[in-house]
Antibody
Framework: QVHLQQRGAGLLKPSETLSLTCTFY????????WSWIRQSPGKGLEWVGE???????KHNPSLRSRVTTSIDTSKNQFSLRLTSVTAADTAVYFC????????????????WGQGTLVSVSS | DIQMTQFPSSLSASVGDRVTITCRAS??????LVWYQQKPGKAPKRLIY???SLQSGVSSRFSGSGSGTEFTLTISSLQPEDFTTYYC?????????FGQGTKLEIK
Protein backbone atom coordinates (compact mmCIF):
# COMPACT_ATOMS: atom_id res chain seq x y z
CA GLN A 1 0.00 0.00 0.00
CA VAL A 2 1.47 3.29 -1.07
CA HIS A 3 1.62 5.81 1.74
CA LEU A 4 3.59 8.42 3.63
CA GLN A 5 4.28 8.04 7.32
CA GLN A 6 5.49 10.88 9.53
CA ARG A 7 7.29 10.85 12.83
CA GLY A 8 8.74 13.47 15.12
CA ALA A 9 8.35 15.31 18.39
CA GLY A 10 5.06 17.04 19.03
CA LEU A 11 5.85 19.25 22.04
CA LEU A 12 8.61 21.84 21.99
CA LYS A 13 9.71 24.79 24.08
CA PRO A 14 10.43 28.18 22.55
CA SER A 15 13.87 28.37 20.88
CA GLU A 16 14.04 24.59 20.40
CA THR A 17 14.33 22.88 17.03
CA LEU A 18 11.45 21.14 15.28
CA SER A 19 12.47 17.93 13.59
CA LEU A 20 10.16 15.75 11.51
CA THR A 21 10.80 12.85 9.16
CA CYS A 22 8.58 11.31 6.54
CA THR A 23 8.99 7.87 4.96
CA PHE A 24 7.44 6.87 1.65
CA TYR A 25 6.30 3.28 1.30
CA UNK A 26 5.19 1.22 -1.65
CA UNK A 27 6.23 3.31 -4.62
CA UNK A 28 9.05 5.06 -6.46
CA UNK A 29 10.80 7.78 -4.48
CA UNK A 30 13.12 9.37 -7.00
CA UNK A 31 11.83 11.73 -9.63
CA UNK A 32 9.37 13.60 -7.45
CA UNK A 33 9.14 16.65 -5.22
CA TRP A 34 8.62 16.00 -1.51
CA SER A 35 6.93 18.77 0.39
CA TRP A 36 6.13 20.08 3.84
CA ILE A 37 2.94 22.01 4.55
CA ARG A 38 1.66 23.33 7.85
CA GLN A 39 -1.67 24.43 9.21
CA SER A 40 -2.02 26.55 12.32
CA PRO A 41 -5.02 25.68 14.51
CA GLY A 42 -8.22 26.74 12.76
CA LYS A 43 -6.28 28.35 9.92
CA GLY A 44 -5.42 27.70 6.31
CA LEU A 45 -2.60 25.81 4.65
CA GLU A 46 0.92 27.20 4.38
CA TRP A 47 3.60 25.76 2.14
CA VAL A 48 6.84 25.30 4.10
CA GLY A 49 9.20 23.85 1.50
CA GLU A 50 10.11 20.97 -0.76
CA UNK A 51 13.05 18.85 -1.82
CA UNK A 52 13.74 16.44 -4.66
CA UNK A 53 15.80 13.26 -4.78
CA UNK A 54 18.84 15.26 -5.91
CA UNK A 55 18.69 17.24 -2.68
CA UNK A 56 17.62 20.44 -4.42
CA UNK A 57 15.33 22.32 -2.09
CA LYS A 58 13.09 25.39 -1.97
CA HIS A 59 11.68 26.98 1.16
CA ASN A 60 9.15 29.60 2.08
CA PRO A 61 10.97 32.92 2.48
CA SER A 62 8.65 33.76 5.38
CA LEU A 63 10.60 31.21 7.43
CA ARG A 64 13.87 32.92 6.50
CA SER A 65 16.91 30.85 7.31
CA ARG A 66 15.25 28.80 10.07
CA VAL A 67 14.15 25.97 7.81
CA THR A 68 16.17 23.20 6.23
CA THR A 69 15.07 20.07 4.42
CA SER A 70 17.08 16.95 3.75
CA ILE A 71 16.57 13.68 1.96
CA ASP A 72 17.83 10.11 2.24
CA THR A 73 16.98 8.23 -0.91
CA SER A 74 18.40 4.97 0.49
CA LYS A 75 15.60 4.99 3.07
CA ASN A 76 12.90 6.76 1.01
CA GLN A 77 12.89 9.46 3.68
CA PHE A 78 12.88 13.23 3.78
CA SER A 79 13.09 15.51 6.77
CA LEU A 80 12.22 18.98 7.99
CA ARG A 81 14.15 20.99 10.50
CA LEU A 82 12.91 24.34 11.84
CA THR A 83 15.10 26.13 14.34
CA SER A 84 14.29 28.69 17.03
CA VAL A 85 10.61 27.84 17.17
CA THR A 86 8.06 30.16 18.77
CA ALA A 87 4.38 29.83 19.56
CA ALA A 88 3.70 31.06 16.01
CA ASP A 89 5.12 27.77 14.73
CA THR A 90 2.43 25.77 16.53
CA ALA A 91 0.65 23.88 13.76
CA VAL A 92 -0.14 20.53 12.23
CA TYR A 93 2.73 19.71 9.91
CA PHE A 94 2.06 17.53 6.90
CA CYS A 95 4.48 15.90 4.55
CA UNK A 96 3.20 15.31 1.04
CA UNK A 97 3.96 14.61 -2.55
CA UNK A 98 2.23 17.86 -3.35
CA UNK A 99 3.07 18.76 -6.92
CA UNK A 100 1.01 16.99 -9.60
CA UNK A 101 4.10 17.16 -11.83
CA UNK A 102 7.26 15.15 -11.26
CA UNK A 103 10.79 16.28 -12.04
CA UNK A 104 10.62 15.04 -15.63
CA UNK A 105 7.18 16.51 -16.22
CA UNK A 106 5.35 13.24 -15.63
CA UNK A 107 2.19 12.96 -13.58
CA UNK A 108 2.65 12.71 -9.85
CA UNK A 109 -0.11 11.28 -7.69
CA UNK A 110 -1.27 12.82 -4.42
CA UNK A 111 0.08 11.42 -1.14
CA TRP A 112 -0.02 12.97 2.31
CA GLY A 113 1.26 11.96 5.68
CA GLN A 114 -1.10 11.70 8.62
CA GLY A 115 -0.03 15.07 10.03
CA THR A 116 1.85 15.84 13.24
CA LEU A 117 0.61 18.43 15.70
CA VAL A 118 3.60 20.40 16.90
CA SER A 119 2.88 22.58 19.92
CA VAL A 120 5.34 25.19 21.10
CA SER A 121 4.85 26.23 24.70
CA SER A 122 7.00 27.12 27.65
CA ASP B 1 5.14 35.88 -4.29
CA ILE B 2 1.97 34.99 -6.17
CA GLN B 3 -1.10 35.80 -4.10
CA MET B 4 -4.07 33.48 -4.42
CA THR B 5 -7.35 35.19 -3.56
CA GLN B 6 -10.05 32.64 -2.94
CA PHE B 7 -13.71 33.49 -2.53
CA PRO B 8 -16.13 33.22 -0.98
CA SER B 9 -14.53 32.42 2.35
CA SER B 10 -17.74 30.67 3.38
CA LEU B 11 -20.78 29.48 1.53
CA SER B 12 -24.14 28.12 2.67
CA ALA B 13 -25.92 25.73 0.37
CA SER B 14 -28.31 22.80 0.35
CA VAL B 15 -27.93 19.21 -0.74
CA GLY B 16 -28.42 19.08 -4.49
CA ASP B 17 -27.30 22.66 -5.09
CA ARG B 18 -24.67 23.64 -7.61
CA VAL B 19 -21.90 25.82 -6.17
CA THR B 20 -18.84 27.59 -7.52
CA ILE B 21 -15.67 28.62 -5.72
CA THR B 22 -13.20 31.00 -7.32
CA CYS B 23 -9.45 31.51 -7.01
CA ARG B 24 -7.76 34.50 -8.53
CA ALA B 25 -3.98 34.61 -8.97
CA SER B 26 -2.05 37.87 -8.72
CA UNK B 27 -0.21 36.96 -11.93
CA UNK B 28 -0.46 34.49 -14.78
CA UNK B 29 0.02 30.91 -13.53
CA UNK B 30 -1.03 29.21 -16.81
CA UNK B 31 -2.96 26.15 -15.61
CA UNK B 32 -0.68 25.29 -12.68
CA LEU B 33 -3.53 25.10 -10.22
CA VAL B 34 -4.79 22.36 -7.92
CA TRP B 35 -8.01 22.16 -5.92
CA TYR B 36 -8.12 20.34 -2.57
CA GLN B 37 -10.84 19.22 -0.24
CA GLN B 38 -10.03 19.00 3.46
CA LYS B 39 -12.19 17.39 6.11
CA PRO B 40 -11.67 18.21 9.80
CA GLY B 41 -8.68 16.48 11.29
CA LYS B 42 -7.59 15.04 7.96
CA ALA B 43 -4.99 15.77 5.33
CA PRO B 44 -6.18 17.58 2.21
CA LYS B 45 -7.25 15.48 -0.73
CA ARG B 46 -6.56 16.49 -4.33
CA LEU B 47 -9.70 16.92 -6.42
CA ILE B 48 -8.51 18.69 -9.54
CA TYR B 49 -5.06 19.25 -11.05
CA UNK B 50 -3.89 21.23 -14.07
CA UNK B 51 -6.89 23.49 -13.37
CA UNK B 52 -9.41 21.16 -14.98
CA SER B 53 -8.23 17.54 -14.80
CA LEU B 54 -10.21 15.34 -12.45
CA GLN B 55 -8.09 13.38 -10.00
CA SER B 56 -8.56 9.63 -10.31
CA GLY B 57 -11.24 8.32 -7.97
CA VAL B 58 -12.90 11.70 -7.46
CA SER B 59 -16.59 12.08 -8.22
CA SER B 60 -17.43 13.66 -11.57
CA ARG B 61 -19.70 16.15 -9.82
CA PHE B 62 -16.44 18.07 -9.17
CA SER B 63 -15.07 20.08 -12.06
CA GLY B 64 -12.50 22.80 -12.53
CA SER B 65 -11.98 25.46 -15.15
CA GLY B 66 -9.86 28.48 -15.90
CA SER B 67 -6.36 29.44 -16.87
CA GLY B 68 -4.08 32.40 -16.44
CA THR B 69 -5.38 34.22 -13.37
CA GLU B 70 -8.99 33.11 -12.86
CA PHE B 71 -10.03 29.62 -11.79
CA THR B 72 -13.21 28.01 -10.58
CA LEU B 73 -14.18 24.82 -8.81
CA THR B 74 -17.76 23.74 -9.38
CA ILE B 75 -19.65 21.07 -7.48
CA SER B 76 -22.63 20.19 -9.61
CA SER B 77 -24.95 18.56 -7.11
CA LEU B 78 -23.90 18.83 -3.49
CA GLN B 79 -23.88 15.68 -1.42
CA PRO B 80 -23.77 15.62 2.41
CA GLU B 81 -20.10 14.59 2.40
CA ASP B 82 -19.16 17.68 0.35
CA PHE B 83 -19.81 20.11 3.21
CA THR B 84 -16.27 20.84 4.28
CA THR B 85 -13.39 23.16 3.35
CA TYR B 86 -11.77 23.67 -0.06
CA TYR B 87 -8.42 25.20 -1.00
CA CYS B 88 -6.67 26.11 -4.21
CA UNK B 89 -2.89 25.88 -4.67
CA UNK B 90 -0.67 27.42 -7.33
CA UNK B 91 2.48 25.49 -8.25
CA UNK B 92 3.65 27.77 -11.03
CA UNK B 93 6.34 29.48 -9.00
CA UNK B 94 7.98 29.55 -5.62
CA UNK B 95 6.91 29.91 -2.94
CA UNK B 96 3.88 27.73 -3.58
CA UNK B 97 0.81 29.52 -2.26
CA PHE B 98 -2.63 28.39 -1.19
CA GLY B 99 -5.88 30.26 -1.28
CA GLN B 100 -7.38 31.21 2.09
CA GLY B 101 -9.96 28.44 1.90
CA THR B 102 -13.73 28.20 1.44
CA LYS B 103 -15.86 26.59 4.09
CA LEU B 104 -18.97 25.04 2.61
CA GLU B 105 -21.81 24.77 5.11
CA ILE B 106 -25.24 23.24 5.02
CA LYS B 107 -28.04 25.80 4.79
Amino acid sequence: QVHLQQRGAGLLKPSETLSLTCTFYGGPFSGYYWSWIRQSPGKGLEWVGEINHRGESKHNPSLRSRVTTSIDTSKNQFSLRLTSVTAADTAVYFCARLSPVGIGGWYSDDYWGQGTLVSVSS
Amino acid sequence: DIQMTQFPSSLSASVGDRVTITCRASQDIRNDLVWYQQKPGKAPKRLIYAASSLQSGVSSRFSGSGSGTEFTLTISSLQPEDFTTYYCLQHNSYPRTFGQGTKLEIK
